[in-house]
């Protein structure tokens, strides 16, 4: 087993520890962080199927973002989207065909959208990259790690799109090496150049994730302006250490 072979065998269980605990962490602490008030951007739905929906506009099309701000909707839904096509397009390295048939099937025809959802990915993250570094009131707001989240994502889709269009890697022994880590059965990295540059930036993302702006994520889920059902005059909002108070007084 190569050297190469054992430090990125390495590198992605620490990788996957960080994130799974990290991303755990954070998920526990926004569903246990109490809503005192009452605080739905209206117009808002009047009963919780209606805020669900509202969310799953949210996650879906960025309504909200739609109505704010057109070329920045633009720019992140089609990174977005395209995003998770190329995710799903990936699950063909980690899932042996004959485990999920359907599954697989959906998998196959995502392929050849997958390879160009890259570039539309690329297109959108330039397109967001560029937004914080001219437009000025952006720029005033944005930390040096607005702009490392960027370029990492551009770093891993680019070289992505390098191993998909100029120069291929071997992509059968890259699924063996990615199905050795799920069996604990290491099996030889390809050390191609654009291999190494693409899973080097995606075990960085990986660790950095849980602490990053990334979490609105799975934040979104959470936000009380989305998430809350607008009947203040309907039913009293206590938040649980509130009516726990009340109930004890």
């Known amino acids: ?24 962490h954070k998920i526990f602490q926004y569903w246990n962080t109490p809503a005192p008030l ?3 951007t209206t117009p808002a739905p009047l009963t919780t199927g209606g805020a669900a929906i509202r969310v799953l506009r949210e996650v879906v099309l960025f309504e909200s973002l739609f109505r704010s701000n057109k070329w920045i909707w633009l720019f992140g839904w089609m990174f977005h989207m395209a995003l998770w096509l190329v995710l799903f397009r990936h699950l063909r390295y980690f899932i042996d065909p004959n485990f999920i048939a359907p599954l697989w099937a959906l998998i196959a025809i995502a392929q050849p959208f997958g390879k160009y959802a ?20 952006i720029r005033y707001i944005s930390n040096p790690s607005d702009y490392l989240m960027l370029v990492l994502l551009l770093v891993i889709g680019g070289s992505g799109a390098m191993m998909t269009f100029v120069t291929h890697t071997d992509i059968v022994q890259l699924k063996a090496f990615l199905m050795g880590l799920r069996y604990f059965s290491w099996q030889p990295l390809p050390t191609d150049f654009w291999l190494i540059i693409h899973l080097t930036a995606v075990i960085l993302l990986m660790i950095v994730f849980p602490f990053s702006k990334l979490l609105h994520a799975p ?4 936000s009380p302006s ?9 039913q009293r909002h206590l938040a649980p250490w509130a009516a726990e108070l009340e109930t004890n007084s």
């Open 1 to 24: 087993m190569g050297f190469v072979t054992t430090v990125y065998a390495l590198l992605f269980y620490v990788a996957i520890l960080i994130f799974l605990v990290g991303l755990g």
């Open 38 to 40: 009452k605080v739905p």
């Open 118 to 137: 890259a570039l539309a990915m690329l297109l959108g993250l330039t397109g967001l990259l560029a937004r914080r570094i001219f437009v000025e009131r």
């Open 219 to 222: 934040g979104i889920f959470f």
């Open 226 to 234: 989305r998430n809350q059902v607008d009947n203040p005059r309907e």
